[in-house]
Every structure is written in C-alpha cells, then in structure tokens.
C-alpha cells in the first residue's frame, strides 16, 4: 500500500476490557438493574411465605438489608473497583513493561492479532504500532504533542477508564495529521487556553490514552516508531 493512499482496517476497540464493558453497563442501567434485584427479592419472599414460612418481620428485615447492602456494593462499588485495577495494569504492566504516570510509551513493534481478548492489544490488525499511557489530571492540565505525520494514519483515544468511555480522538480521521498540540483539561479546571493549542475537557482526572500509527511495511516500521515516540505528554506548567 502506498503510504497516504488509503487508511487501514478499523481495529478492534483498544483499552476496553470484559470488566470495562460491565462498568459501563452497570453504570448506565443502574435503576433498571436495582429495581430487578427488587423484584427478585420480593419475588423470594413471595415464594418464602407462599410455602408456608414464618417469622415475617425478621425475614422482611434481613432481606431488605442484603438487598440494601448488595445492590450498593454492585452498583458503587464495582465499577471503582475494577477501574483500580486497570490503572496498575496500565502503570505497572503497560504494553511490555511499566509506563509511569503521565508517560506515553510507543512499542517499537507491531501488534499482533492474535492477542488474548482480554489484553490491552486486542486488536486484530498487525499494522500498527501502539502508543499507551495513564493520565492523571487531578494536579493540573497536560499537554499533548503530536508531529507532522505526513498524511500517515494515526490516532490517539481518550477513555475515561471508570466506564469505558472513548470521550475524544486526535488523527486522521479527526484533527488531521499536521503537527499540533492538545491541551487535556481535567472536569475542573478554570484556566485559559493559549493561541495555538486546541483543549479537550476530560470528565475524569483519569485518562487512558492509547494512540496508533500505521505501518505500511517492514522497511517503514523505524520511520512509524521514529513518529510514535514523538507523539508525548508534558505538563502545561512547563
């Protein structure tokens, strides 16, 4: 393929995990899902007295408290829970070795397409090279730079890790592939924005960032990688 004549196959959604997609869910139908369990618990406590049970008010009591207490732990407790775990896959797995917090780092080789489904490069496309890293907002905003691709493909995701998320994009297909800079702006922040630089507002002060850059063959990988380490994160203080 010529470099510039086309755009790769669409991958598989990168960075969203079995436990991610349960979060979203979780999230997003949490009523719904509190009134089942109700109606599970009021339907076991039908069947409990329709067959001949005793002691009504002790059993309403417990039930309702295992109720209470169950579905809030489901409910609130889950989705941080696993969004914990993400980030120190992230911070001290990475994509083949740790990557610090507010570190973007490329894999100088492609991915391949027959990773595990749960894996961070569960992809099914061998022509890319990936970019990944875990930011973290809560201390002020971050600057992202990405080079000239030259018409290459590419594109970096922002995911809100807590639900799955993919909230903005930066490439091709999206901001174009000139040189620029990307302020990444947690859900508080009150500052301004200099000439020049174009702001993404996070709703989480935690980001998962994950990038791709095409690779048209074997004899172009050190120029892709040579692009992919180009594109980095600095704190807008410096």
């Known amino acids: 393929m010529r470099m510039g004549s086309g755009i790769p196959p669409t991958p598989k959604v990168v960075g969203i ?58 409910i609130y407790f889950w989705p941080p829970i696993t969004y914990s775990a993400y980030k120190r896959a992230i911070v001290q797995h990475g994509l083949g070795g740790p990557i610090p917090v507010n570190t973007l780092y490329a894999m ?18 061998d ?44 490439g091709k297909r999206t901001t174009g592939t000139k040189a620029g800079d990307y302020l990444i702006s947690g859900p508080r922040w009150k500052g301004s924005v200099s000439q020049g630089m174009t702001q993404i507002s996070s709703p989480n002060n935690a980001v998962l960032v994950m990038g ?7 004899n172009d990988l050190p120029i892709a990688y040579g692009l992919a380490t180009q594109i980095q994160l600095t704190p807008l203080s410096h």
Not at 108 to 115: D, G, K, M, Q, V
Not at 212 to 218: A, K
């Open 17 to 74: 995990l079995p436990q991610q997609i349960m979060n979203r869910l979780i999230l997003k139908y949490k009523y719904p899902i509190t009134f089942a369990i109700l109606a599970v618990l009021a339907w076991v406590v039908y069947r409990y007295f329709s067959m001949g049970g005793s002691q009504l008010i002790t059993f309403v009591v417990v039930a309702v408290l295992v109720w209470g207490l169950g579905t809030c732990v489901f």
């Open 108 to 125: 100088p080789t492609l991915a391949s397409p027959s990773a595990s489904n749960s894996s961070l490069l569960a992809t099914g496309t």
């Open 212 to 218: 791709r850059v095409f690779v048209e063959s074997d």
């Open 127 to 170: 022509d890319v090279l990936y970019v990944g890293g875990w930011l973290d907002l809560s201390k002020g905003p971050h600057v992202l730079h990405v080079p000239d691709m030259e018409d290459r493909y590419y594109s970096v995701q922002f995911t809100d890790p807590s639900d799955g998320t993919n909230f903005a994009y930066v």
